[in-house]
């Protein structure tokens, strides 16, 4: 499959002048003698020598270490490379003070913005920001936090969540969070594993209207977790708190005067700590290390989304997703992070919107599911809103479909840089994302990340141009995770990544590079289909399924039935519509005139409700399981899970 050669948006010469990475390639050329022109040069450059590559990167991001003499050892080796294996560097240090020479120094720029859903709306600079993470800190330390130890967050989208998180870092602590909408065993699944030390939560939260108390929760999760010496609660909604904790505010109090010191600590030491998403069973702890973290976060904030000091970045996000942390490490570029928490559409679709205009954003990200969503219902954001400031629109969580591309550049703003990017928990960053100077294609994401080796294979392991294939690194990239936790032999971080191509990371994502340098994704490959032995990915049925305006939303998977397997498509239908004969066939028509017969379903049924995780992805395996009489071993990982009762038992699977 190819897209159109013709771009929706193409930067402008003073964009590409002025872009980040154009002056990152004039000091390739200068440093190391090279003669890169484009990207496209620069990305093969990168990959050709990776050593030169990330050295750039962190002098150009100005990284705050003692920096070592090695780079990359056992470089022909993943897993086994090993990066800066003798720097060492405190994570903190480097989100706190690069703004330093990013912003002249001056201790009043802005570096958090936060509104709440309880319309409540609060700035910090980074002068507040660092005295307020120096008295956490401060406390920490007093109660005996060491390096190594964990520190947990049950917390919503708030700046006591970033500054708990730079002051357990600071002294070269773990961190690892959770958003408060998780049940108890969905927590203690997680934080159980981990064995944390503190255990900081909020009273509450603010969700659709609502007010979430979450003292109740936090007691019984305070007590299964029995590695926690001190439960620390943050005042949201009121200044609840309980019995046995300490509050926030106090801290504050006791340790205002409190000088904000930095421990340093080995590149490939653990920084945080991050969970699959366990539809399948109890989650994987996912354990990336301090430097490569940063340096991987810098370069796609320097290169890819081209910040700029004191721009202003948003991304809709809970701190139980990858993107809360991918958001923070902005503070590293002398950028303002911008923070929301409660729900998008509260008390409206313009809420966030608003957000950008009243504050000026500058980039603002979200999840694919919510772009639908608008264009679904319409919303024309040209007619009620400036958007003048805003330059960037990203986009991840799921495939953005072709239709959503349109909907932007037609409804939203026609002259943004729209990047569809594409990683995830296991790597903490992206594989696939934008880029500034690159024009921008229908359905495709803009490029491969710099010193990212990634290839599209083929089944017998080869490369493969518009072709479909499993997407692949063949080569060893800094923000691989150091590990998984208690994982003491290294068996279950092999198999994860590792077990099918050798020496190679496989990510499990089933992708076409274009002859455009872009990536089309397809969904996951452990979910593509295989009806008559042929692989079709979900995502080319939901593109033609969702364009219906009587699907709200869908979600397809294989079910085992003689012998092979047949497509079994669930809907989730506008309004109060019903599932006839008529729109059966409209649906498969819509499928078989846009696809390939082999995509049209066997069977069509009506749902009214999606299962999806906390942050808002379908879950097709959990789906299939129920179908096929298979449990759903964590079915606190999900956001609705009473949803999977619509898919137990179906009479019409039967035959």
């Known amino acids: ?288 290390g301090v430097g490569g973290t940063l340096l991987q976060h810098l370069k796609e904030h320097l290169l890819h989304v081209n910040l700029k000091p004191k721009d202003k970045i948003f991304y809709f996000t809970t701190c139980g997703w990858m993107m809360w942390n991918w958001l923070v490490s902005a503070l590293s570029t002398g950028a303002t992070l911008m923070l929301y928490d409660g729900s998008p559409f509260y008390p409206d679709e313009n809420i966030l919107w608003d957000y950008v205009d009243q504050e000026e954003i500058n980039v603002f990200g979200t999840s694919a599911k919510y772009i639908d969503v608008l264009r679904k219902d319409d919303v024309d954001l040209k007619s009620s809103h400036s958007l003048k400031s805003l330059n960037s629109i990203l986009s991840t969580g799921s495939v953005l479909a072709p239709e959503s591309y349109d909907y932007i550049y037609e409804k939203v703003k026609t002259d943004v840089c729209l990047s569809s990017i594409s990683g995830g928990t296991d790597i903490v960053s992206c594989f696939a994302l934008g880029c500034a100077v690159l024009p921008v294609y229908r359905g495709e994401l803009q490029c491969k990340g710099l010193g990212m080796q990634v290839e599209i294979w083929d089944d017998k392991g080869q490369p493969v141009i518009n072709e479909k294939g499993e997407l692949v690194c063949a080569k060893p990239f800094p923000c691989m995770p150091i590990g998984f936790w208690n994982d003491t032999d290294g068996k279950k971080y092999f198999d994860a990544y590792f077990a099918t191509y050798e020496n190679t990371w496989c990510h499990g994502d089933y992708v076409t590079e274009t002859e455009n340098g872009g990536l089309i994704f397809y969904g996951r490959s452990d979910t593509v289909l295989n009806p008559g032995g042929v692989r079709i990915g979900t995502a080319e049925i939901y593109r033609q399924v969702e364009k219906l305006d009587e699907v709200q939303e869908s979600i397809v998977i294989g079910q085992n039935w003689q012998d092979d397997v047949r497509v079994v498509l669930f809907v989730k239908l506008t309004g109060d519509l019903s599932l006839d004969d008529e729109l059966i066939d409209k649906i498969k028509k819509q499928i078989r005139s846009n696809t390939t017969p082999r995509h049209v379903p066997a069977k069509v049924l009506q749902v009214t409700d999606i299962p999806r995780t906390k942050s808002g992805k379908i879950v097709e395996l959990a789906v299939r399981n129920i179908v096929h009489g298979d449990s759903v071993k964590n079915i606190e990982s999900l956001a609705n899970p009473e949803a999977l009762e619509l898919y137990k038992s179906r009479e019409e699977l039967q035959s």
């Open 1 to 288: 499959m190819t897209t159109s050669k013709k771009a929706l948006w193409t930067p402008s010469q003073d964009t590409v002048d002025s872009a980040n990475v154009t002056e990152f390639i004039g000091l390739v050329n200068k440093n190391y003698l090279a003669s890169v022109t484009n990207f496209a040069e620069l990305h093969a450059w990168s990959i050709q020598h990776p050593e030169n590559f990330w050295s750039q990167i962190w002098d150009y991001s100005h990284v705050i270490a003692d920096r070592g003499e090695f780079v990359l050892e056992n470089k022909d080796k993943m897993p086994g490379a090993v990066w800066f294996s003798d720097s060492s560097l405190n994570f903190a240090e480097n989100l706190l003070n690069n703004f330093e020479r990013s912003n002249n120094n001056d201790p009043d720029q802005t570096a958090i913005v936060f509104w709440g859903e309880d319309q409540v709306k609060r700035s910090l600079s980074f002068a507040n920001l660092k005295s307020q993470v120096a008295s956490m800190a401060a406390y920490l330390k007093s109660i005996g936090l060491k390096q190594g130890d964990v520190v947990a967050g049950f917390m919503p989208n708030v700046p006591e969540t970033v500054i708990c998180m730079l002051a357990t870092t600071s002294i070269g602590g773990v961190w690892t969070s959770c958003s408060p909408d998780f049940g108890v065993q969905g927590v203690v699944d997680r934080f159980g594993q981990v064995e944390p030390k503190i255990f900081i939560a909020a009273n509450a939260y603010f969700y659709n209207g609502k007010t979430h108390n979450c003292l109740d929760k936090v007691k019984e999760i305070s007590e299964k977790l029995t590695s926690v010496e001190q439960l620390i609660t943050i005042p949201y909604a009121d200044s609840t708190t309980l019995e046995n904790a300490v509050n926030y505010p106090d801290i504050l109090e006791t340790h205002a005067n409190a000088e904000l010191e930095y421990t340093r600590v080995g590149f490939n030491e653990p920084l945080y700590i991050m969970y699959s998403s366990g539809t399948t069973g109890v989650p994987k702890c996912i354990v990336h």
